[in-house]
């Protein structure tokens, strides 16, 4: 596959949800998973949660943050090679920029601007580093935006 087809399966992939699975840090050091609405600008992902919620507890404790986009298990072609993208992302907590609340609000609707004027807040996460698995023998290392493919990783039976 070639990496302007890898890219576009990537977007595909990522816009065909409104929901990205959100991994923090939390206070004892230990992963803390849930999901969060998002949108994309720029290159940047943009989550929309709560003041109140743990995820913003930890992301202003720690700026760092995971991102997955699954594939569907009953859409995809194996269980073992579902389409999915995670990212190491660096966190800028409180954005206000009229042009990320515009497509937040066009990607998923006036429920934004009323979130916002509650306790919700606009997280931008931008990509450091992760996997693009397209499917099998498909896979690409992430490095900030762009993508590289993974040579001579393929599997192999193990020896008994």
């Not at 700026?63 to 072609?77: R, V, Y």
């Not at 515009?102 to 931008?124: H, P, Q």
Request: hydrophobic share 40%; with cysteine; glycine share 8%.
């Amino acid at each position: 596959m070639d990496l302007q087809q890898a890219y576009t399966d990537m977007e595909t992939l990522v816009l065909s949800m409104k929901s990205v699975v959100l991994s923090t840090i939390d206070d004892g050091g230990n992963p803390y998973t849930s999901c969060a609405p998002f949108g994309m600008f720029d290159g940047d992902y943009y989550i929309i949660i709560s003041n109140m919620a743990k995820h913003t507890k930890y992301l202003r404790q720690r700026p760092i943050a995971g991102l997955l986009w699954i594939e569907d298990e009953s859409k995809a072609q194996s269980v073992f090679f579902r389409k999915r993208l995670y990212l190491e992302t660096a966190i800028t907590l409180d954005i206000t920029n009229h042009d990320v609340i515009s497509m937040m609000t066009e990607r998923l609707g006036d429920a934004v601007k009323s979130f916002l004027s509650m306790d919700f807040t606009i997280v931008k996460c931008t990509p450091i580093q992760g996997q693009l698995v397209l499917g099998a023998g498909s896979a690409f290392e992430v490095n900030g935006k762009a993508l590289e493919p993974i040579r001579g990783a393929g599997h192999r039976p193990s020896k008994s």
